[in-house]
């Protein structure tokens, strides 16, 4: 799956929790996002970082940080999770050739938040 | 306010028939229009794209058609086989993000 990894695979949380999602890359690619996909909305971008310390909002950005420290590494933190948050989650590396692009996704986590 | 607007949410196809799924947009600054295919249990994957200089794009069974003016574009998916069920998403690019539509749950009956 070029070269990219989440973790865990699936997750249950309870409500008002800290949860920290991980996505690791060996593509050595500068963009990557974080996606959340639920019934009838699609993929939806939380956030997204083009380079090592730097991060930018998605559209659905409430309620969630991120991190990136090292450029395989992109984290997800939802602060006090919510069960509106309960979804699967897709992070995604971007690789450009001219002018087309490509994202590759992972195989994604499940969170649910009780 | 979902930027991509995309439909049919589902459809039911026989094995051999044509798949048309439709989008549509109001963001002039998107410069990228491609097509991701998704199997249960799977990340998307990109299955075709198009720019918008470009009227068609055609790949095997896979053709995108692209209406600049409407600010529409299309999935046709040809002879369609049972290994084509998936849920099928259109997206569009603006400055280094992509918004998606909602997707549409493609069955091919045998």
Redesign the interface.
């Known amino acids: ?1 070029a070269g990219i990894t989440q973790s865990p695979r699936h997750k249950v949380t309870e409500t008002g929790t800290p949860v920290t999602l991980r996505c690791h890359q060996t593509e050595n690619h500068r ?1 990557m ?1 974080w ?1 959340r996909q639920d019934p ?6 939380i956030h ?1 970082s ?1 380079g090592v310390k730097d991060t930018d909002k ?2 659905v950005s409430d309620g969630y940080s991120v991190s990136r420290s090292k450029t395989e590494d992109f984290l997800l933190t939802l602060e006090s999770a919510t069960s509106s948050q309960t979804s699967v989650y ?1 992070c ?1 590396i ?1 690789e450009s050739t001219g ?5 590759f ?4 986590t499940q969170l649910s938040v009780l | 306010q ?1 930027q991509v607007k ?1 439909s049919p ?1 589902s459809l039911i196809v026989q094995k051999g028939g044509i798949s048309i799924i439709n989008c549509a947009y109001e963001n002039t600054a998107f410069d ?1 229009f ?1 097509w ?1 295919q998704q199997f249960p ?6 299955l075709i ?1 198009i ?1 918008p200089d470009v009227s068609e794009k055609k790949e095997g069974r896979f053709t995108i058609s692209f209406n600049k003016s409407a600010k529409q574009f299309s999935l046709h998916i040809m002879d369609s086989q049972p290994g084509d069920s998936a849920t099928y ?1 259109c997206a569009a ?1 603006n400055d ?8 549409t749950t493609v069955t091919v009956r045998a």
């Open positions: 799956d963009y996002y996606y009838g909305h699609g993929l939806r971008l997204y083009y998605g559209e897709f995604a971007s002018s087309n692009e490509k994202l996704f992972g195989s994604g | 979902q995309q949410q990228y491609p991701y249990g799977k990340g998307p994957a990109l794209a720019r998403f690019r280094y993000k992509l918004s998606f539509g909602a997707g």
